[in-house]
C-alpha cells in the first residue's frame, strides 16, 4: 500500500512543474540593420524581433517612446531630424531598447553663374539638391530683400543691376544663401564727332547704349567739371575753346571718359548799339531827338539799344525822372541836348535829318569799333532785389568792363513839346528812362572791370540791384523796366561801348547773339 502516498506525491510535483512553465515570460530582442538614417523620407532601416531565439513576425510590433509606430514590414523612414527610442511588443512583453539617429539633410542651392546682365533676357539657373540628390522640382528657391519673394522657376533674370541673394528650402530644412550679381551690360557713350567748333552754335550729339539699345533718353550725361555737371539734354555746344571730357550713367553704371575738343574760331557777334540821350522836360526839341531814336530801334529790331538820361544841372527839369542818376547823367552828357552813340558818336538835334545823323554815327562806330563781345543776359528779382546775371564772351583777348542800368517804360509826364506857351503836353509818355544804376559809386563812364577775357572763354558775373535804397520822387513799377547792359574797351585811350544786350528785369532774359 506503501505505492498509494507515493504517486500523490508525485502527481503534486509534476503540477508545480507545469504551472511553472507557463508563467514565465518570453524574452522578446528587438534589431536593426543600422541606427543611423537621413531625413528624407526615402533612407530606412528594418527592424527584427526574436522571441525567445527565434525571429518572428507575425503578433509583433515596433513603436516609439513618443508613440509612433514602424511599418507592418517593420521598415521605417523620417523626415525630421532628431533621436527616436524603439522597442518591440510581443503578446505584452516589451523587448529592449534602440535609439535612432536621424540626420539632418543637407541641402545646397547652386547657382549656374555667379553673375548676369540687366537686359531682361541674361539668365541664372539654380539647381537645389538635399544629400547630392536633385530635389530642384520639389523644393522652394527664395530671393531674399525687404520683402522675401518666391522664385517662379528655378532661373532669374532682371533688368535692374545689383546683387540679389537667395536661398532654398526643402523639407524644413534651408540652404547656405547665394549670391548673384547682376551688371548692367556695357554702356557705352558715343559722340557723333570728335570735335566742334567754339561759336556757341556747332552741336555734338551724344548717344548712350546698353549693349545694342539706345538708352540716351534714361542715362544722364555728365561734363567732367569742378565739380561735374551734367548737360542739359544729348547735345552740347560752347563758346569756350579747349578739351572737354564727358561721361554717362545708366542704371548705376558709369561709362569710360569721352574727350571732346572744341576748337578756337573767330567769333563774330551781333553789334547793338546803345544811344544814349540826354534830355529834360522842359526842352522842345528833345522830342525830335527821342522820335527818330525811336524809329531806329523800333524800325530796325536789335539794332541800337536807347536809354534816355534826364540831366539835372544843365537845365531846368523834374526829380520824378532824373532821380537818382541826376549827376550820372551831367557827368555823361557831352553837349546838352544831344545824344551819344556808344559813348564815342555826339549827335545833336536837328530839325530835320537828326534820323540821318544817328545812322551814320552807328556805321561809323560799326567800322571804327565792331563787336569783340557778346553779352547773355538773365534778371529775375526777389524778395523786390533784382538780380542781374551777365554772361560775357569775347573774341579778342584783353581787359572788358561792363555797367548797367535800370530804365523804365510808360511813365507818364509833362513835356514842352513846342516853344509857344502852350506847348506842354501833360499826357506825355516817357520811354527808356535811366532809373537805377548797376551800382551807386562806380562811374558809367569806365563800368566795373571784368579783368582780362581769353578769346573764347565766358565769364559769367551776377549783381544785385536793390531799389528799396534809392528814393526816388516817383513809382517805380518793376514790370515795366528792362535791364541794359553794355561792356566797354579802350579804344585809342577812350573807354568805348563794345556791344549792348537788354532783358526784362521780372524774369528776362537773352542770349548772346552770334553773327552767321
Request: hydrophobic share 35%; net charge neutral.
Amino acid at each position: 500500500m506503501l505505492w498509494i502516498p507515493l504517486l500523490a506525491i508525485l502527481a503534486v510535483i509534476n503540477l508545480i512543474g507545469c504551472s511553472n512553465k507557463e508563467e514565465l515570460p518570453p524574452t522578446v530582442t528587438l534589431e536593426a540593420d543600422k541606427t543611423t538614417i537621413k531625413a528624407n523620407g526615402r533612407d530606412s532601416l528594418t527592424f527584427t524581433v526574436k522571441v525567445n531565439g527565434h525571429v518572428e513576425t507575425r503578433g509583433v510590433s515596433v513603436r516609439t517612446d513618443a508613440g509612433e509606430s514602424a511599418s507592418s514590414s517593420l521598415r521605417y523612414a523620417a523626415t525630421k531630424a532628431g533621436s527616436h527610442t524603439f522597442y518591440a511588443v510581443y503578446e505584452g512583453t516589451k523587448s529592449n531598447v534602440i535609439t535612432v539617429s536621424v540626420a539632418h539633410l543637407v541641402v545646397t542651392l547652386r547657382a549656374d553663374r555667379d553673375s548676369i546682365r540687366a537686359n531682361g533676357t541674361d539668365r541664372v539657373r539654380f539647381t537645389v539638391t538635399a544629400d547630392d540628390e536633385d530635389v530642384t522640382a520639389d523644393a522652394v528657391i527664395t530671393r531674399r530683400g525687404e520683402t522675401e519673394t518666391k522664385l517662379d522657376g528655378r532661373d532669374f533674370t532682371t533688368e535692374q543691376s545689383g546683387q540679389y541673394t537667395f536661398y532654398a528650402t526643402y523639407r524644413e530644412e534651408r540652404s547656405e544663401e547665394v549670391t548673384v550679381r547682376v551688371a548692367a551690360e556695357s554702356v557705352t557713350l558715343i559722340a557723333d564727332r570728335q570735335s566742334i567748333r567754339a561759336d556757341g552754335r556747332e552741336a555734338v550729339t551724344f548717344t548712350v547704349r546698353l549693349g545694342s539699345r539706345d538708352v540716351t533718353d534714361r542715362a544722364v550725361i555728365m561734363r567732367r567739371a569742378t565739380p561735374d555737371a551734367p548737360i542739359n539734354g544729348r547735345t552740347f555746344t560752347t563758346s569756350q575753346y579747349g578739351d572737354y571730357a564727358f561721361y554717362a550713367i545708366y542704371d548705376g553704371a558709369r561709362t569710360a571718359d569721352l574727350n571732346l575738343a572744341a576748337t578756337p574760331t573767330s567769333l563774330k557777334f551781333v553789334k547793338q548799339h546803345c544811344i544814349m540821350q540826354f534830355t529834360s522836360t522842359t526842352c522842345s526839341t528833345c522830342p525830335l531827338m527821342t522820335t527818330a531814336i525811336d524809329r531806329i530801334a523800333t524800325g530796325t529790331p536789335g539794332l541800337a539799344v536807347p536809354i534816355v538820361f534826364h540831366v539835372k544841372a544843365l537845365c531846368f527839369n523834374t526829380p520824378a525822372l532824373y532821380g537818382v542818376l541826376a549827376e550820372t547823367a551831367d557827368r555823361l552828357c557831352p553837349v546838352w541836348p544831344s545824344s551819344l552813340v556808344d559813348m564815342h558818336q555826339k549827335v545833336n538835334i536837328y530839325r530835320s535829318g537828326t534820323g540821318e545823323k544817328l545812322n551814320e554815327a552807328i556805321w561809323q562806330m560799326n567800322t571804327y569799333a565792331p563787336a569783340q563781345t557778346g553779352i547773355g543776359l538773365r534778371s529775375v528779382v526777389e524778395g523786390g532785389v533784382i538780380r542781374i546775371t551777365a554772361d560775357v564772351v569775347a573774341n579778342k583777348t584783353e581787359e572788358y568792363r561792363l555797367f548797367a542800368f535800370v530804365v523804365e517804360d510808360g511813365i507818364k509826364h509833362g513835356q514842352r513839346v513846342s516853344e509857344s506857351d502852350t506847348g506842354d503836353n501833360p499826357n506825355y509818355i516817357h520811354n527808356h528812362v535811366a532809373t537805377y544804376p548797376l551800382t551807386a559809386t562806380d562811374d558809367a563812364r569806365t563800368g566795373l572791370s571784368l579783368g582780362t577775357l581769353e578769346r573764347g572763354r565766358k565769364l559769367t558775373r551776377t549783381f544785385t540791384i536793390d531799389p528799396r535804397t534809392y528814393a526816388v520822387p516817383r513809382k517805380v513799377d518793376l514790370s515795366r523796366c528792362h535791364i541794359v547792359a553794355y561792356t566797354l574797351r579802350l579804344i585809342d585811350g577812350a573807354y568805348t561801348i563794345d556791344n549792348v544786350a537788354t532783358c526784362a528785369v521780372s524774369g528776362g532774359s537773352v542770349a548772346i547773339r552770334y553773327a552767321k
